[in-house]
């Protein structure tokens, strides 16, 4: 079929009279409309629509920016009708030679609608200033309206600044020149995006303004941006920015938060206008989201299917509730000792610990913090952090906690991503949030002089908090209840296996893990833990248990050293330690520096656990030894579900060697299944608990995550399983009904010989001698990858490249064992590792560096 411009159809473009009842045109005023419509398309094969998308592009772009979804409804058939307009004095449409303001606009809109009869059930569809435009006429049509979608867009200027680029655009000596007379802002807004325009596509753009005379509706847009309270727009502006709020129908928004014009902080103030939207941030996309990303596929899966996914897993948490903070409020009189500082020295007891939360609560309250508001944590796990958690739970403030574990980049995207309306943090934390602007007021830990808290932007500090608070507090300040299923907390992945992503948890479900915790491991009140794992500090007092965290950096855990473990195990007695792989590698590697007293404390301990990333027997035996009366346990879960499942050390030699670890039998009130995979490494969409079939584990469970925050198209993948979270893991269940685990679904190798996961294989070639970690990865095409093991040595090899051929043989005949051939033998001094965790090998940059390697490129360290 012949193409208009590059992805158009020549039978979508249409032209229609329509006439005008904008006050700024004469009565009997008629202007020729140009819309890409695929009607005639539907009616050629006999498909009734089911509902229209009316799609309104912003400035200075045109209807071309909706051909998408023309082609994702031809290609697949879809019984939705697509018109996508030429706004008046752009596109194709008329030269009005008039100004048209906001207001003419939506009045605009609404003619064109009515004369193209589109009935009811329409979902207005917006970018840049067709958003707010699409909403005027959307708040004005209510009884038509059946959904909202909008990509990156400004409903109202929300207390902000003009963004600078349009500042430029709008000055009186560039705006002339900027915006009609040259092509520069046609030019700035196309190398928006992110990859960069195809030369072919950039043409199409640019193909209704191509003269001085063509522009004019692109510099009339800028003029009317009513950024300033006396704008001749601006009332319309407001009006519409209220009236939104009314909205009650679904909506869905779409974000590339790269954009340097409508930033995240006009998708925050779109939320909270439209509080029941579902919402997705593209990272690392632009102000072109529909060109730098596919929003074709997610639009019409949303309006095809709103059903709530999390129903299922929601029901099974929905009894026997009991708040996170019952056990701190159970032992408001108790003087023994609830949480401890290691560096300085300092501890609060019960009593002392629930007086702090509840000042803090309140002086939170005065400064503005509400149920609902996001508080972003940036506080090293100890007192403070601990207060702090608790008293946004007793405020029904939700807890942001992203760690600089993340790196700074990572951090940065985070907490954008996560919008919160308050930032709580250290000096380092606060300089990071003032040089890269992330969002928030900024509230200081300890006490910044004048000079530093004029530059840091700091508003108040929790000094100034606890002071005010507990003025209020000893009044018996009135704090509401949460509602259990309100959000509770924002807690990020490690970043190890893609960009972090934000983790909501409602007050129910981490009840659930709360009490998951305690049945499995039976930590109950009076127990003391050492938390050298952040997510054990947050849940410490909820369990009753006294907490202390090491003196390490917990966002490195190899920063953990015996000495440091031992001094904590010291201050509270303990009988529970928690600590992560790397951090557990690095006490063994100091053991040595233990004295008597120490060496007895931790003979004292009762329970060993560490997770986030598999162990092996060995490492566990060590630990053992350390802790020689302790149970040594390895759960297995993710930020997402903690735990899953659970296996201690006899556990593990009872199980023997296999293919994957195994991470035993689910905890309490947890269930764990398989979709299986296919030759491509594909996994289906039916649970089976069919012994030694493996696929993607499945895990359901009261204390699963509510949902990824603001990642509604992953949110969806992740649940597509009704009931279900899909974990990204692959793996198998045995006979005994043991979990095995054998990898990452997206580590899966797609061979000529079908699926093979890494796991097995990499255990067999660290059995090697002289053979540090591995992984296993694949370079090729889907279907014919090549497995390459790429490999650290002991001692380190000293530059990157092709595996000395005496080691390469050792490696191919273990890994033969396992059923894998592998096709080259890679080694590196060390293998690129997740921040967090120092501990998960990125395998992602492995395969691309092997295939760059392999391939006769310049040898890099990845």
Known sequence: MTEIFPGVKEIYSKHLSVPSTSAVDNPGTTHNWHVLDNQEELAQRGITPVGTLVCVHGNPTWSYLWRSLLNHVSENQLAWRVVAVDQLDMGFSDRTGTFRRLADRVNDLGDLIDALDLGDNITTVGHDWGGIISLGWAVAHQERLENVVLTNTAIHPAGFELPSALKLASHPAVHGWGTKTTRAFLQVTHSLAQPALAPQVRTAFMAPYTSAEKRDGVANFVADIPFAPEHPSRPALDEISEAVRSLEVPALMLWGPKDPVFSDRYLRDLIGRLPQAQVHRFEGASHLVGEDRDIATPIFSWLNDRSDLHAASRAQGEGGYRPMLAELDSRQDDQSTAVVDIHPPRSLSWAELGGRVNALAAGLQQIGVKSGDRVNLLVPPGIELTSLIYACLRLGAVIVVADAGLGTKGLGRAIKGAGPSFLIGIDRALTG??????????????????????ALGVAHTLDELMEAGSKASAQAPDFVAADPDAD???????????????VVYTHRQLAAMRDTLRETYNLKAGSALVAGFAPFALLGPALGATSVTPDMDVTAPRTLTASALADAAVAVNATTVFASPAALANVLDTKAELNTAQRKTLSGVELMLSAGAPIPESLLAKVQELVPNAKVHTPYGMTEALPVTDIDLPGIQAAGEGNG????????????????????GVAGDQPEYVPGVTGEILVRAPHVKDRYDRLWITEQASSSIAGWHRTGDVGHLDDAGRLWVEGRLGHVLSTANGAITPVAAEHAVQSVPGAGRAALVGVGPAGTQAAVVVMETVPAARKPGPASSELASKVRAAVAATGTDVAAVLVLPVLPTDIRHNSKIDRAALAQWAGATLAGGRIRTP
């Open 488 to 502: 509770a907390a924002v807690l990020f992945t490690s970043g190890s296996t893609g960009p972090a992503k934000g």
């Open 661 to 680: 670890v195994c991470v035993g039998t689910a905890v309490a009130g947890a269930t764990v299944a398989i979709a299986p995979i296919d030759e491509l």
């Open 433 to 454: 949030a003032r040089l890269l602007g992330w969002p928030g007021t900024k509230i200081a830990v300890g006490n910044p002089s004048a000079a530093k808290r004029k």
